[in-house]
């Protein structure tokens, strides 16, 4: 954080040396040439610039903000939360679309709080019956997603009471039932199995996105890291000799 306080003031300076540089230019000469450099991505993260300091997350196609549907293997219909919130969970949908889209709220690197459209959260109602009227989540909608080792799309839901959801019937709400299906069970007729479609124009790579995906034990260091090379002083050096005066 330290080191990060120094460069910010070494940008204010800058900032301020090229005002002053600008207004005493222009009193004296209308026609300034400007010359600008752009500093994007190195106090605020823009991971469109550097998509390499998302590596090192887990799931990081699991980013939080991420938009993601879930359609039951064995039924071969989508999750859905009726009239998007407010009242139960189905799987009956033969097409996705905004009631069978849900936002991830990450919790840490398998874990979520799944957000619907109506912007309230999936939770259990009776330890086993979902439903989707939740105004603000808590332990008891936070949820584990399992990935498949060999096919990270093929996925398990385990609820807050250490069971996975199963969908066993188009006509009945989701539920979280006491019939054990092992982890390592990944067939189609298993109904603790989706296929998990990740809608990847909605990923956001942002400050917020790379800090939680890391986790507090690992962020502060990556973004030291990052703060401490993306820009330098000799940056700022060339900035002045080559006559750089904005940022754009």
């Known amino acids: 954080m330290c080191n990060k306080k120094i460069y910010v003031n070494i940008l204010l300076i800058f900032y301020l040396s090229l005002f002053h540089n600008v207004y005493a230019s222009q009193t004296k000469d209308f026609n300034l040439q400007i010359k600008a450099v752009n500093l994007g991505n190195w106090l605020i993260t823009e991971g469109w610039m550097k998509p390499s300091l998302f590596d090192g997350i887990k799931n990081n196609d699991l980013l939080d903000g991420t938009h993601v549907q ?7 219909k989508y999750l ?5 919130g407010g009242t139960i969970v189905v799987a009956n949908r ?15 690197e398998t874990s979520f709080n ?19 009227d939740i105004d603000s989540p808590g332990d008891k909608e936070t949820f584990e997603i399992v990935r498949n080792n060999d096919d990270p799309n093929r996925v398990k839901i385990r609820t807050p009471n250490g069971l996975f959801l199963q969908a066993i019937s188009s006509e009945s709400v989701v539920n979280a039932e006491t019939t054990v299906y092992e982890e390592s069970s990944w067939e189609d007729s298993d109904p603790s199995v989706f296929k998990m479609t990740v809608l990847t124009s909605t990923i956001i790579k942002g400050e ?18 990052h703060w ?7 940056d700022f050096k060339f900035m002045s000799e080559n006559g750089l005066n904005t940022d754009i």
């Open 114 to 132: 799944l957000r619907v459209s109506n912007k309230q959260f999936i939770g259990l109602e009776d330890e086993n019956k979902l439903v989707a």
């Open 208 to 225: 917020y996105q790379i800090t939680n995906g890391y986790g507090p034990d690992k962020a502060p260091k990556i973004m030291r890291d």
């Open 70 to 76: 879930f359609k039951s293997v064995k039924l071969q």
């Open 228 to 234: 401490n090379t993306y820009i330098t002083e000799d």
């Open 94 to 108: 033969t097409k996705a679309s905004g009631w069978e889209t849900f936002r991830l709220w990450r919790v840490n």
């Open 80 to 84: 859905c939360a009726e009239n998007g």
